[in-house]
């Protein structure tokens, strides 16, 4: 499992993940933000990448080529939010997740890869294209179900 955590994004924006690619996508856990953290979870496949052994990523959330692949968060229009002055996406990387990293995950349901990246920009608006600073995935706690 994996966590995203979009730190204090600016208020009255809808922000979510996105499923699918191009023009075909659709924006799941869509959230609007009140100015505090918010939270997309999910799974994604994965199998030996392509020429150097590193993890390849799949599934329907995964976006971009083999050796680069990343998840994108819809932010305003792009998030089907008709209202907003915002269209962005903000793209957090998926590679610096490894096999070692995996095989750390304890063989538990509450075993989650979690990255916590900036949601404000430097405009103030929305933080979008590839986040940065980015510290990379850690171990954390799946949340109580």
Do not use: H
């Not at 990293?101 to 933080?127: C, F, M, Q, S, Y």
């Amino acid at each position: 499992m994996l966590r995203i955590v979009l730190e204090k994004p600016p208020a009255g924006v809808d922000f979510g993940l996105q499923k699918g690619r191009g023009s075909d996508y659709e924006t799941i856990q869509k959230q609007r933000s009140r100015g505090n953290d918010l939270s997309f979870e999910f799974t994604v496949g994965v199998k030996a990448g392509p020429k150097d052994g590193r993890p390849g990523f799949l599934g329907s959330l995964v976006q971009g080529p083999s050796a680069e692949r990343f998840i994108y968060i819809d932010i305003g229009t792009y998030a089907g939010q008709a209202d907003s002055s915002w269209s962005r996406r903000l793209k957090i990387p998926l590679k610096g997740i490894t096999w070692d990293t995996i095989n750390r995950l304890p063989a538990r349901a509450e075993a989650v890869l979690e990255a916590r990246v900036p949601g404000t920009g430097k405009d103030g608006g929305p933080n979008c294209a590839t986040v940065k600073p980015f510290d990379g995935w850690k171990l954390g706690r799946s949340a109580p179900r």
